[in-house]
């Protein structure tokens, strides 16, 4: 039972991601997939508002439904890395060990899983306007859930176990459409999360999920994010005959 609920924004994911396709199914015009690949970070209690610092690569993969020129449904599969370290400028906390300046530093892999609607600025490759709707700006907001290693203690000692977790993605971005079937762009995507050990992995010379020794959660303490940002290249997969209406 515990496992089944470790795995449930996993789940609970996967079946928001069917279901939505297979209701929108029978209305979407185009599926796309394709690639991302760019840069990855962490913001958090080692790097609180530092936007790209100490930037790791990240890629996956995209598919998208397409429902009409302002609308579709994204689903993603990506791998990020993040990393941190203390001590760092701007960054302090009081030991926890009795050392005036402790060490620590972090670098893990997520493994992300998100489903995402997408809203375009403007048309977006109208059928029987392709040369006048190939670029548009546009939003994205969704669901996703976020896999890692999760350090955990107990009376045998420390280790580190699989979770899963649910956090908020939303982005902007840009895509054009270079030929009939290719489309590109640019994407900065944010998640927020609802944990604060991300950046914690074993013991160290702090806790950095508890850096101010405080013994207990705090509903106002920072929990972390992490970004990601580059480009991505899609290909049409499916298209639905789209009927001729003239003067449309």
């Known amino acids: 039972m515990q496992y089944i609920f470790r795995q449930g924004p996993l789940f609970f994911l996967f079946v928001l991601f069917f ?3 297979s209701h929108f199914g029978v209305s ?26 100490q930037a790791q690569p990240a890629f996956g993969g995209i598919v998208r439904a397409v429902f009409n020129e302002r609308i579709a449904f994204k689903g993603t599969l990506t791998a990020v890395e993040i990393q941190g370290d203390y001590p760092q400028k701007q960054v302090y906390y009081p030991s926890t060990n009795g050392n005036s300046n402790p060490a620590y530093s ?22 029987h306007r392709k040369e006048e709707t190939r670029f548009t ?18 009376q045998n000692g420390g280790s580190e176990n699989p979770h899963f977790i649910l956090s908020l993605p939303f982005g902007i971005g840009v895509k054009w459409k270079p030929t ?16 604060d050990d991300l950046d914690k992995m074993g013991p160290g010379a702090i806790d950095p999920s508890d850096p101010y020794d405080f013994q207990e959660s705090s509903g106002w303490h920072n929990n972390d994010w992490y970004s990601f940002a580059g480009v991505f290249v899609t290909f049409d997969l499916f ?5 001729c209406n003239a003067g449309f």
């Open 19 to 21: 279901v939505g396709v």
């Open 28 to 53: 979407q015009k185009r599926v796309e997939g394709g690639v991302f690949l760019g840069a990855s970070y962490y913001n958090g209690d080692l790097n609180p508002g530092g936007q790209f610092h």
């Open 106 to 127: 972090f670098q893990r892999t997520l493994a992300d899983l998100s489903t995402q609607i997408e809203i375009n600025f403007f048309e977006y490759d109208h059928p």
């Open 137 to 154: 700006p546009y939003l994205s907001a969704g669901l996703a859930s976020t896999f890692y290693r999760r350090y955990e203690e107990d």
């Open 180 to 195: 009939d079937w290719v489309h590109v762009g640019l994407e900065w995507t944010f998640r927020r999360t609802f944990v």
């Open 239 to 243: 298209h639905r005959r789209v009927s």
